[in-house]
T-cell receptor
Framework: GAVVSQHPSWVICKSGTSVKIECRSL??????MFWYRQFPKQSLMLMAT?????????EQGVEKDKFLINHASLTLSTLTVTSAHPEDSSFYIC??????????????FGDGTRLSIL | RKEVEQDPGPFNVPEGATVAFNCTYS??????FFWYRQDCRKEPKLLMS???SGNEDGRFTAQLNRASQYISLLIRDSKLSDSATYLC????????????FGTGTRLQVTL
């Protein structure tokens, strides 16, 4: 089945550090990738939609200057949490949809990045 | 009102039991529906898509009622390995097809 790789899986760093998370589709091309955040005991919340070759679309309340998204190729999207603070500590998950096929086909998720800011 | 609502549970059932989860969604224009499974501290994994005609995959049966904006998942002959959180997921309209997740229903299957 389709595989989405996310790296790193776990990050612990000091407040003020910027952290980059990578999301790769390993066996398919993805024109669209999605970035989610999940706080403990809460549902996944969409942060932004990453489109290959164009600017990301951010959900209401998500600061685009804080969460920088780059989707430079059909297999890679990156999320950079700039100047991270403890309240940014969360589980960040990406998903990707194969560019081939109907736009409503299921998305495939990366295995997530657990970010802890001290 | 939340876009996708689920009973958070937990549902504690013995092995071999049949258990059903329900989900309601508020956007009548929603197009696609899925059940995902999420284990603790892991990413969601697609369990099955949900079709208006109802669909079955082994011990799992999903139903969709568009008129009532209601989705269900039935698990028969529960296994210990079925213990997880089950997420009801709905896509919005439009080409981006964003997923909207319910908060999930936690299932614990016991001996």
């Amino acid at each position: 089945g389709a595989v989405v790789s996310q790296h790193p899986s776990w990050v612990i760093c000091k407040s003020g550090t910027s952290v980059k998370i990578e999301c790769r589709s390993l066996d398919f091309q993805a024109t669209t990738m999605f970035w989610y955040r999940q706080f403990p005991k809460q549902s996944l919340m969409l942060m932004a939609t990453s489109n290959e070759g164009s600017k990301a679309t951010y959900e209401q309340g998500v600061e685009k200057d804080k969460f920088l998204i780059n989707h430079a190729s059909l297999t890679l999207s990156t999320l950079t949490v700039t100047s991270a603070h403890p309240e940014d500590s969360s589980f960040y998950i990406c998903s990707a949809r194969n560019k081939v096929g109907h736009s409503n086909q299921p998305q495939h998720f990366g295995d997530g990045t657990r970010l802890s800011i001290l | 009102r939340k876009e996708v609502e689920q009973d958070p549970g937990p549902f504690n059932v013995p092995e071999g039991a049949t258990v059903a989860f329900n989900c309601t969604y508020s956007n009548s224009a929603s197009q696609s529906f899925f059940w995902y499974r999420q284990d603790c501290r892991k990413e969601p994994k697609l369990l099955m898509s949900v079709y208006s005609s109802g669909n079955e995959d082994g011990r799992f049966t999903a139903q969709l009622n568009r008129a009532s904006q209601y989705i269900s998942l039935l698990i028969r002959d529960s296994k210990l390995s079925d213990s997880a959180t089950y997420l009801c997921v709905v896509t919005s309209t439009g080409t981006a097809s964003k997923l909207t997740f319910g908060t999930g229903t936690r299932l614990q299957v016991t001996l």
